[in-house]
């Protein structure tokens, strides 16, 4: 199935409805001022339609397979589709549509990039409930702190033009400072439980998990390192009431070194090492 004539016009089909979604999105926001699209408008439908596209193709390549193949392209499209789910749930939970400006086109590059950039040998874990559940609870981490940088951009933007006294130019659909702030700490403190249990599970079952006892390298330490940053960013929350350019610079900081920790860890050992695991 994977590179074949079906499944790279799938993910074409996926790619361009994400596209198409978050520029209209982008529009509504930004362009027209409009009120927050309700669950059932254009943009939001276009976006469950790739969403489903794209878990198709997960499904057929990941899921179908014996064990769990988490090639670089697999697994940040894997990412990015919990991530686009999680951002469906908000939008009708929260209404936070504002997010799918970065989450939508971030999600349609990932899905272009399993065609663009075809997996070299193939990354197989042995599958187990353990490490269905680490890989689970590890990916939902990813997709709430990616929710959180996102919503730590829009609030950026937002005290920028209110700053700037652009009336005419401000986010009339976004809610609140003080709500998107709070919302945006709500996120993180999800995603930072969430990695807790990754890293914690990882590091105690780490021999069912990998059939080896837990080795820091890279990948651990700076899994480590963005847990620390995260929880440092916390304390400053509660302790010292950081928010503005620091908490979304924390924000920012701390998922960046996630990202590298497994995704920069596995373009090394993929591109330039050409290994798979």
Do not use: D
């Not at 339609?49 to 397979?65: E, F, K, N, S």
């Not at 990916?139 to 730590?152: C, K, M, N, P, R």
């Not at 304390?235 to 990202?259: H, K, N, P, S």
């Amino acid at each position: 199935m994977p590179g074949s004539t079906t499944s790279i016009g799938l993910t074409l089909v996926a790619a361009i409805l994400y596209f198409i979604s978050s520029a209209m999105l982008w529009r509504r926001l930004f362009i027209y001022s409009q009120p927050a699209a309700p669950a059932y408008s254009v943009e939001l439908l276009l976006a469950v339609i790739a969403m489903i596209v794209q878990g198709i193709l997960l499904y057929l390549t990941i899921v179908a397979r014996p064990g769990l193949g988490l090639t670089l392209v697999h697994a940040a499209s894997f990412a990015s589709w919990i991530t686009v789910a999680l951002f469906l749930l908000l939008v009708i939970w929260k209404r936070l549509i504002g997010l799918g400006i970065f989450i939508l086109p971030l999600a349609g590059i990932c899905v272009l990039l399993t065609i663009i950039s075809p997996a070299p040998t193939e990354a197989t874990v042995t599958r187990s409930f353990m490490a269905t559940l680490h890989l689970l609870v590890a990916l939902l981490a990813y997709g709430f702190l990616a929710l959180a940088v996102s919503q730590a951009l829009l609030l950026q933007i937002q005290e920028n033009q209110l700053r700037q006294g652009r009336p005419g130019q401000k986010m009339t659909s976004m809610p609140a400072v003080e709500t998107m702030e709070t919302t945006m700490f709500a996120l993180i403190v999800t995603g930072f439980l969430l990695l807790s249990i990754a890293l914690a599970s990882g590091v105690i079952f780490s021999e069912q998990l990998y059939g080896r006892v837990v080795i820091f390298n890279h990948h651990i330490v700076l899994s480590i390192c963005a847990w620390l940053s995260f929880g440092t960013l916390l304390l400053g929350r509660y302790l010292r009431g950081w928010r503005g350019q620091r908490a979304t610079l924390w924000t920012c900081v701390g998922f960046g070194i996630l990202v590298l920790a497994y995704f920069g860890t596995r373009l090394v050992l993929e591109v330039f090492l050409g290994r798979s695991g």
